[in-house]
Structure formats: C-alpha cells, structure tokens
C-alpha cells in the first residue's frame, strides 16, 4: 500500500491527487456528527468500489466549532486553520454560532481567513424528490455566488450610535446625501478585482463542464455602481480572459442572429427579480449563475425549494483552498437522534470528489443515492412529503445507499 500523502498543486496550480490522500474533516456541531459519519461510509465506499481499492482517503480530523472548545479551549484556531489550508482540500459539517464570542460566525471566519471566494451551490433535481415545480427536472443549475465582499463584509452602523451619527452628518453635510433622521447604516462594497475572480472561476466552470451560458445576476437597474459594475466587470473579465470560448448575448443576437456558433458559452446578464421569475419559467434556460453575495444568498435556497428543499442540497466554497459543506444549519433539536437526511453532506462529498478528478466514485454516489430513494428509503423529512415511503434512520439511509453502491 502506497503511503498517505497532501494533495499539492503543481506550478500551473492545477491538483495533483496521490491516490492516498490526506484530507480534513470537520463534523460540525447539532447534527453534524449524525451526518458525517453516513458520509464518512458512503464516501469510502464508494471510492473503493469505483477505484477497486486502488486508492483510499486518510480522514484527518480538525477540531473547529463545539469540540474545538471543548479540545482546545477555542472555537476556531490559527492552527485548525493552517492545517485546512496546507491540506488544499477539506469538507465540514455545520457550525452553530457561539453568541457574542467576538466574531460573526464561525463559517464567515472559514470564508474570510482561507479567502474561499466562490460559495458554489448546484442544483439538480433528484427523481422522485417532492418538488413544488411541474418539471424539476429541467433545474440543472450552478450558482457562484461571491463570498467576501457586497452587504455581508459587516459593515455597518446601529441606528442612533455615535458611528451612525457622524457618519450619516458626513453623508449630508460633505455628500449632499438625502437620508432619513437618525438611520441605521449598512456599506455595499463590490470590487472588479473580486468581481472578476469570481466571475472567471464561474466561466472556468462552465468551459470544464461544457455548459451553454454564464448568467450574471445583479440589481444594477438601480444600484449602478455596485450590482451595475459587478456586470460590466463580469463582462469584461470574459472578453479579457476567454475571448476565444465565450460570446455575449448582446453580440450573439447582433451577428448570429441569436444562434451561438459552436464552442462558444454565452455570456448574459438578468436583473436579480427578472431571474427570480425566469428560473421558474424557463429553468431550462440558465446553467451557471455568477452573483454577488446577497443575491447569491437567496436565489440559492430559492433554487434549492425548487428541487425540494436544503435537505439535499451541496454547497463548496471555494479559493485556492477548497472546503465542501453542508448547506443547511445543526438542526440543534435533531442532535445526536440519528435522524436527519445527510443527502446535503454526501452530495457535498460528491462534489469534492469531482474537484479531486475522482468523478467515478462521485457517479456511483449519485447513482446509488437516487436509487435508494426510489426504493422509498428516505429519512423523515422526505418521508412525510413521499407517500408509501419507510422512514429510516440517518444511519440506515447511509447503509441503503452502500447496499445500491456495492451492488
Ligand atoms: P437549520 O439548522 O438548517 O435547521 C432548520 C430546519 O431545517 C430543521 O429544524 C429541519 O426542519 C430542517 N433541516 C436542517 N437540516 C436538515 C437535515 N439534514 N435533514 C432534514 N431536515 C433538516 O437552521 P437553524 O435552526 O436556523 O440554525 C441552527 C444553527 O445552525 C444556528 O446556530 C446557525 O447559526 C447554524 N447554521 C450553520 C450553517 C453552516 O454551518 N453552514 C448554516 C446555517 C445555519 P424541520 O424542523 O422541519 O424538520
């Protein structure tokens, strides 16, 4: 057997992957250990099924969240930090928030100090998952929403506070700005450089999975020079950096008469309310989604309501550090019950396989995953919408799906 080892990068920062890699875990808190460890087994099994135990992962624990205090005396370390990041690759389960403890959330600090820009949500539908559209299965979407800049940087003023006084004084008085009395005070900051990055990752994206469009999502009817210049940006970093693979819709209907000439993706843009309405009514239409961080917020878990809710839905976040995650919360009153559906969580690890190149393992999990549940073995959350369905535990719903696996 060859010896475990760090994934790396090589000088064109693509992975390299030894076939026994080392990668960090966080469980998370609430649900999380429940969750993790039906992933843990599926995703080992699969792997070793796929690859016929040619290659395995070495799981290395990193104590973040409740057991990071209760082994470290802290919540999050430099140290748990430096590891994710030094390993390239890592998932998580879900992190309560420890009130007042001096920082916003425990997931915003993964985001910010590994610099993960790129928060990726897919959204496929899974037959037969209870969902509220006529035909689900026409959502195949991507959503790359930013991460560390827009609404979400925090920066903001209580309504009263001296900070909110002096500023909004400085905003009449020196900016001529019209504002109400006594106002509560937020900044919307969104920059090319952050713009560009994301945006180009989102069209990388699309070129490596052979998608038809990149629709950059925005508000910038109204907010010109922050939603407004996200598409601009968005735009030119196409033009800048994948003339030859991409078309703007503008130039695709002014030359081609709206038929995109082969090879190309095209690039369009969709004022966020527009989105709301069209991903409902012609879902078929849209492949990958790059937004800023607000919009990303919603039209994610809007799209995730679309194919039946956050229980199945993955997520990564994503610098040059890459940390796949469950989307939804601890679920605190599910703790330590053996309930919940851990479909978030595995699909995440599908996700991670398909980062690491190792898409066969990810296919056997995608496979073997929708066939359990169309054997009607769903956990509880699936079992009240699904008539005629066994609700089983969240640990017999991770052995179904390896029975489906090795099968
Ligand atoms: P939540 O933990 O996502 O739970 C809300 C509800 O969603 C649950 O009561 C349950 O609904 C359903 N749900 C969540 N996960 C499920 C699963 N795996 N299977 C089936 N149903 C599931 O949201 P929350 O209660 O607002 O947040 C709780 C804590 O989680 C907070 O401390 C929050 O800060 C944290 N949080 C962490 C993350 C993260 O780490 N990425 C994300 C969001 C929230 P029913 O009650 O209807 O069964």
């Known amino acids: ?23 960090p875990f966080i469980e998370g808190d609430g649900i999380g250990p429940d969750i993790w460890s039906a992933t843990k087994l599926v995703i080992d099994n699969a792997v070793s099924k796929a690859f016929d135990n040619t290659k395995k992962i070495s799981w290395l624990e990193v104590f973040i969240g409740e057991k990071g205090h209760e082994k470290t005396g ?32 425990l997931n915003v600090t993964i985001r910010q100090k590994l610099d993960l820009f790129a928060c990726i949500r897919p959204v496929k539908y899974i037959d037969p998952v209870p969902s509220p559209m006529k035909f689900p299965d026409k959502i195949d979407m991507v959503v790359f929403r930013e991460n560390t800049e827009d609404l979400y940087a925090g ?20 900016m001529g700005a019209n504002l109400p009395d006594m106002p509560g005070i937020g900044i919307k900051p969104i920059s090319e450089k952050n713009t560009k990055r994301l945006v180009a990752s989102a069209i990388l994206y699309a070129i490596d999975n052979k998608l038809k469009s990149v629709t950059l999502m925005h508000k910038g009817n109204i907010m010109k020079f922050t939603e407004g210049a996200f598409a601009k940006w968005g735009y030119e970093v196409a033009e800048e950096k994948f003339q030859d693979l991409t078309i703007s819709e503008k130039i695709l209907f002014e030359k081609y008469d709206g038929k995109c000439p082969d090879g190309k993706i095209i690039i369009k843009d969709r004022i966020a309310d527009m989105l709301f309405q069209q991903v409902l009514l012609r879902p078929e239409e849209y492949d990958v989604i790059a937004t800023p961080n607000l919009n990303g ?47 978030s969580l595995i699909l995440s690890g599908t996700m991670m396989l398909e980062y690491m190149g190792w898409n066969k393992a990810s296919d056997l999990i995608k496979f073997a995953l929708q066939e359990t549940i169309k054997q009607g073995f769903v956990t509880y959350d699936l079992a009240r919408q699904i008539q005629g369905a066994t609700e089983v535990k969240c640990s017999v ?11």
């Open 297 to 343: 917020d919603y039209i994610s878990d809007a799209l995730a309501a679309q194919v039946g809710g956050l229980g199945m839905a993955p997520g990564a976040n994503i610098g040059e550090t890459a940390v796949f995650e469950a989307t939804h919360g601890t679920a605190p009153k599910y703790a330590g019950q053996d309930k919940v559906n851990p479909g």
């Open 74 to 105: 802290e919540y999050i370390s430099d140290a748990a930090l430096e590891t994710i990041k030094s390993h390239i690759v890592a998932i998580k389960g879900p992190l309560t928030t420890p009130v007042g403890k001096g920082f916003r959330s």
């Open 397 to 407: 719903f991770a052995e179904k799906i390896v029975e489906n696996i090795n099968k």
């Open 155 to 174: 920066i903001e003023w209580e309504s009263g506070s001296d900070d909110a006084l002096k500023l909004s004084d400085f905003l009449r008085n020196e």
């Open 1 to 23: 057997m060859s010896a475990e080892s760090k994934i790396t990068k090589d000088k064109n920062k693509n992975l390299v992957v030894p076939d026994y890699p080392v990668i």
